[in-house]
């Protein structure tokens, strides 16, 4: 899972945090909260001196339909990777759907720059190693907060690394290619930041405890995408919203 991922799974839970209470879970594994939390402190000056700046300059020089177009083009261009982890999962079917929505959005969507696949069925379904490495049974491991990335766990800390290398098309791609692909990856996430500010930043930096929350966020979230069921306890509140599992 590489930073984009992480950080749009906690805008994301940022996002559904702002209007309704999450329900606590018991179930941490983070054995080095004391190092984490250091990083975490890094990370969140990091986010307001530089992230979220970036993001408020990016929405005011372009315009929704440049954000738009820029969130479809990196899309695009991740979903070979994608597809390499669903055919390693033994999902085919959504590996050719995303296969299909690659070709067409890549030709009929004039590289990726309009969002055809969409209209004609083909929803955006990501996937990334860290996925992969879950469904072949490698548990989660401990929590983790990594300089620049943020919040993770060891398994998918392992996945992002190996997702560096599992998209094909990555390899045709000359010099400057390569760069823009990166440029328009942090566009993205920056558009993102920003389009959940409110969210973000009542969770990040106006919040008692930051680093638990974006702890709780973070895992919920994730466990929720990879189906994981959440732990069973007595007095769970039955009107808690639960977002661990389906």
């Known amino acids: 899972m590489g930073a984009g991922r992480a ?4 805008l994301g839970g940022a996002a559904l ?3 309704t209470a999450v329900a606590p879970d018991p179930g941490f594994n983070d054995p080095y909260e004391a190092q984490n939390r250091r990083v975490h402190a890094f ?5 307001d001196g530089v992230v979220s700046r970036a993001g408020r300059a990016y929405v005011t020089v372009a315009s929704p339909t440049v954000r738009t177009g820029v969130s479809n083009v990196a899309e695009t261009l991740s979903l070979p990777r994608t597809v390499v982890n669903q055919v390693l999962q033994g999902r085919l079917l959504r590996a050719g759907s995303n296969t299909l929505r690659f070709a067409v959005n890549a030709t009929l969507g004039f590289g990726g720059i309009a969002d055809v696949a969409s209209d004609m069925g083909l929803e955006e379904d990501e ?5 992969t490495l879950h469904v072949w049974g490698v548990a989660e491991g ?7 990335i ?9 996945g992002s690394v190996v997702d560096i290398f599992l998209n094909p098309i990555d390899p045709h791609l000359e010099p400057g290619q390569r760069r823009a692909k990166l ?17 973000v930043d009542s969770v990040l930096h106006e919040s008692a405890d930051s680093y638990s929350q974006v702890r ?7 466990r929720f995408e990879l189906g994981v069921a959440p732990p069973e306890t007595d007095d769970a509140d039955p009107m808690a919203l639960d977002t661990e599992g389906f």
């Not at 709780?216 to 994730?222: A, E, H, K, P, V």
């Open 43 to 47: 990370n969140a000056r990091l986010d």
């Open 7 to 10: 950080i749009t799974l906690l």
């Open 17 to 19: 945090a702002g209007c």
């Open 183 to 199: 440029a328009l990856r942090a566009l993205d996430t920056i558009g993102e930041r920003a389009e959940y500010a409110a969210s």
């Open 127 to 131: 996937s990334d190693f860290g996925e």
């Open 150 to 158: 943020g919040p993770t766990t060891q398994r998918d800390l392992a």
């Open 216 to 222: 709780l966020i973070y895992l919920q979230n994730r």
């Open 142 to 148: 401990a929590y983790l907060e990594v300089p620049f």
